[in-house]
């Protein structure tokens, strides 16, 4: 599978955020982005971008299936940029997720195991329910998707915005 590593940078202050995803660009700078506006993401980069997220840019800075997210960060230090995330680079696998509806659907089925095995060995009757499956993911639901969608088309006109004010910047400066 495919890695991104990416830099979110602030090129005015030399401060440097490096991640890696294995989502679209565009997905995971929505995430950030959403994250920061929400209040639900923390650290020095949700702070940063909420007072000035127009000073930022995503950039990818690798692709490939043994990108090195503490390779980047080293450059970047070396270069004299103060990263956001010092403690990062670190991940070889994504996250595996754990949710409680997966935990008890993992629970219930070898709960109705030890009850089929033991109904088999003839030690105790009892009658074997298989559990349901889990429903699907948080970030999988139809509300989900449709906000991502809308936040990412949001952010697409944001950075159509910002390209438009650059270059009405540029335009007077020259």
């Known amino acids: 599978m495919t890695e991104t590593i990416y830099c979110i940078a602030n090129q005015a ?6 991640g890696r995803t294995y989502q679209s660009v565009g997905e995971r ?10 209040g639900k993401a923390e650290g020095k980069l949700a702070e ?8 930022f840019e995503f950039l990818v800075l690798e692709q490939s299936q043994t990108a090195s997210e503490a390779h980047w960060m080293s450059q970047l230090k070396s270069e004299g940029w103060t990263l956001l995330n010092e403690t990062g680079g670190n991940r070889r696998k994504p996250k595996q997720r754990d949710t409680a509806a997966e ?3 993992r629970d219930a089925n070898a709960a109705a195991n030890a009850a089929l095995n033991a109904r088999e060995a003839g030690t105790v009757e ?8 889990p429903g699907p993911a948080w970030h999988e639901t139809p509300e989900y998707v ?15 915005r910002w390209a438009e004010l650059r270059a009405q910047a540029s335009a007077r400066s020259s």
Do not use: F
């Open 13 to 18: 202050t030399m401060e440097a955020y490096v």
């Open 29 to 38: 700078w929505s995430q950030h982005i959403w994250g920061a506006w929400k």
């Open 48 to 55: 940063a971008i909420r007072h000035a997220p127009e000073d």
């Open 103 to 105: 935990r008890a659907w």
């Open 126 to 133: 009892v009658p074997v329910q298989q559990p349901k499956a």
């Open 146 to 160: 449709a906000k991502a969608k809308t936040l990412h088309e949001e952010w697409l006109a944001q950075q159509a």
